[in-house]
């Protein structure tokens, strides 16, 4: 008994000595034994158990009088004097300042004049990620302003949840309900592109008391859970064309008004939307590239971005030329076939027609590997009509042309994974990047169609 005790006291000091949690002790609220094998991503996780928020993991809406995206909802503005950590809590609080100088005026959808008289705040991740299970546990403030956990990325958003603490007009159900939702932010889509949403009814207020909020990010569905039990699961497949989370997401915590609830007056404030922590999981994963871009979902995110640059000036996506982008193109969901996600590279040539070599590029840089041995492996769907014989893949920098893909024996009319081994004497150099040919033929005896989906090269 002795024997034990001591060790663990001296466990005990040496967990204070290191004056952080190990992230082996930390696990999710839904999966508390780790059947899933989750690892934690400290890149996007936060315990906020320092003085000073990390700015190179968070940037400060508001600072130097910079904002990234928006201004937070108008009559209130974002502003930096609102963010702190205390007690082993990031605060974000919410004043009345009638005099305080704020910046601009709002956009005319926001169908307000100015800001005015109330300041609160708003801090984003500087980093991204693809798929796991976020969770927070947070008090939501008690007054009519919004507590809300968030991630944007390129034409999609995730709401984990937006929770009002109080309600002034209206009914009173958003103080008691934990709800999720999707917008759509590609082009052309319409002004209220909020396409999906569940609401789970709580037991109490938000703004009683903490609680824990989850949210499983899949390939192809959410499954959100409250205080470590699921509450609710949806599909890719339920959700049809309105499913457009496939690519990474940086993410948000804000206060905010909600006008249609009311808006707090003096009396209510100041009051603080505190976040004991976030973290966030991962499965994981062999793939040495972007699994988002290589999925053909879109640009890729360069890493080096900081706020309040937006991402999507530095966003690059696969190229072709014009002859090339006869044959080739980047499919979407309503249209084509996809493996995962909603996008998949096409290839099509008609019968009887007749071409040069046509090929496709990542970006420069998109592919930083190092010598050993790989193995390249795809999605390909082949059209039962289709004689096409091989596919290459090249590596540009250094070069590096792979043994080509016999396609002759693979299955068609279904989606097949296929791989090859290649071998590799020096790393990749900054503008190394994947190139995909196809050889000159004619199509004589029918069309070539097929469809590539979900690229990797892992270290065999």
């Known amino acids: 008994m002795i024997k034990y005790t001591f060790l663990f006291i001296l466990?005990?000091?040496?967990?204070?000595?290191?004056?952080?949690?190990?992230?082996?002790?930390?696990?999710?609220?839904?999966?508390?034994?780790?059947?899933?094998?989750?690892?934690?991503?400290?890149?996007?996780?936060?315990?906020?158990?320092?003085?000073?928020?990390?700015?190179?993991?968070?940037?400060?809406?508001?600072?130097?009088?910079?904002?990234?995206?928006?201004?937070?909802?108008?009559?209130?503005?974002?502003?930096?004097?609102?963010?702190?950590?205390?007690?082993?809590?990031?605060?974000?609080?919410?004043?009345?300042?009638?005099?305080?100088?704020?910046?601009?005026?709002?956009?005319?959808?926001?169908?307000?004049?100015?800001?005015?008289?109330?300041?609160?705040?708003?801090?984003?991740?500087?980093?991204?990620?693809?798929?796991?299970?976020?969770?927070?546990?947070?008090?939501?403030?008690?007054?009519?302003?919004?507590?809300?956990?968030?991630?944007?990325?390129?034409?999609?958003?995730?709401?984990?949840?937006?929770?009002?603490?109080?309600?002034?007009?209206?009914?009173?159900?958003?103080?008691?309900?934990?709800?999720?939702?999707?917008?759509?932010?590609?082009?052309?889509?319409?002004?209220?592109?909020?396409?999906w949403k569940h609401a789970h009814k709580m037991t109490g207020r938000t703004a009683d008391e903490f609680h824990v909020y989850g949210v499983e990010w899949l390939p192809d569905g959410l499954k959100m859970y409250l205080d470590g039990k699921l509450v609710h699961h949806a599909t890719q497949q339920e959700m049809g064309d309105n499913w457009v989370l496939n690519n990474p997401l940086e993410l948000w915590f804000d206060s905010e008004v909600f006008p249609w609830h009311g808006i707090p007056d003096e009396g209510e404030l100041p009051v603080d939307f505190e976040i004991d922590y976030v973290r966030v999981w991962q499965k994981p994963n062999t793939n040495l590239v972007d699994r988002a871009f290589f999925g053909f979902e879109g640009p890729i995110n360069v890493a080096s971005t900081r706020k309040p640059t937006l991402r999507n000036k530095t966003a690059e996506f696969w190229w072709m030329d014009a002859d090339s982008a006869k044959f080739f193109s980047v499919t979407d969901f309503d249209q084509y076939k996809f493996s995962t996600g909603r996008k998949s590279l096409r290839y099509n040539q008609p019968q009887g027609s007749t071409r040069k070599e046509v090929s496709v590029f990542a970006p420069y840089g998109s592919v930083n590997i190092p010598s050993g041995e790989f193995e390249l492996s795809f999605n390909i769907w082949i059209d039962p009509d289709n004689a096409i014989k091989d596919l290459r893949f090249m590596l540009e920098d250094p070069w590096l042309e792979i043994p080509p893909i016999e396609l002759v024996k693979v299955a068609k009319g279904q989606w097949v994974r296929v791989s090859q081994s290649f071998s590799r004497t020096s790393s990749s150099n900054s503008k190394d990047r994947l190139r995909i040919v196809v050889l000159p033929q004619e199509a004589s005896n029918g069309n070539r169609l097929f469809y590539i989906d979900d690229i990797a090269i892992t270290k065999k």
């Open 11 to 195: 466990l005990n000091v040496f967990i204070g000595a290191s004056g952080s949690t190990s992230a082996l002790s930390l696990l999710p609220a839904s999966d508390p034994d780790n059947h899933g094998g989750w690892r934690l991503n400290s890149q996007v996780s936060d315990e906020f158990n320092s003085d000073t928020i990390d700015t190179n993991k968070w940037y400060v809406q508001g600072t130097n009088e910079k904002f990234y995206i928006w201004k937070g909802r108008a009559p209130s503005q974002f502003a930096p004097h609102n963010v702190r950590l205390e007690d082993g809590h990031l605060k974000l609080t919410t004043r009345w300042q009638p005099d305080y100088d704020f910046l601009g005026v709002p956009p005319p959808k926001q169908n307000v004049s100015k800001y005015e008289n109330i300041t609160t705040a708003a801090v984003i991740s500087h980093n991204t990620f693809l798929y796991g299970y976020m969770e927070v546990r947070v008090k939501i403030p008690d007054a009519a302003m919004t507590g809300a956990f968030w991630g944007t990325g390129y034409q999609q958003e995730l709401d984990v949840f937006e929770l009002i603490g109080r309600v002034k007009t209206g009914n009173r159900n958003p103080e008691t309900t934990f709800v999720t939702s999707i917008h759509d932010w590609r082009p052309g889509h319409p002004k209220k592109n909020k396409v």
